[in-house]
């Protein structure tokens, strides 16, 4: 069912920066709200960021405001993060997904219906 995977993870240190793109296929990302999620072992899947078809305001987890910035290219069909001051615990293996929910239901996993091959973040020294 995975209709689009993630790439751009990597092993960096604190402070720095990776950027994260999810390529989908299959469907046409002008139609969904495409998001990001993170899961590390024995955890749930937790949503990071997501942003609308329109490219309007997006969403944030706390604990990523302020570092994490989610955009969107119509025309290439893809969905990007960008990770900056990143932290230890920024580790995990990241998803993309898409929805058609409403705002309030993105942080919700059960509402995609779509999710890419995961790529995985490790923030270490």
């Known amino acids: 069912l995975s209709a689009a995977a993630a790439s751009g993870g990597g092993l960096v240190q604190p402070g720095g920066s990776l950027r994260l793109s999810c390529a989908a296929s299959g469907l046409t990302i002008r139609s969904y709200t495409m998001s990001w999620f993170r899961q590390t072992p024995g955890k749930e899947r937790e949503f990071v960021s997501g942003?609308?078809?329109?490219?309007?305001?997006?969403d944030y987890a706390g604990s990523v405001k302020g570092r994490y910035i989610i955009s969107r290219d119509t025309a290439k069909n893809a969905v990007y993060l960008q990770m900056n001051s990143l932290k230890p615990e920024d580790t995990a293996v990241y998803y993309c997904g898409a929805t058609k929910g409403v705002r309030s239901s993105w942080s919700d996993p059960q509402m995609y219906y779509y999710w890419g091959k995961g790529t995985l973040v490790t923030v270490s020294s």
């Open positions: 942003i609308a078809w329109s490219g309007g305001t997006p």
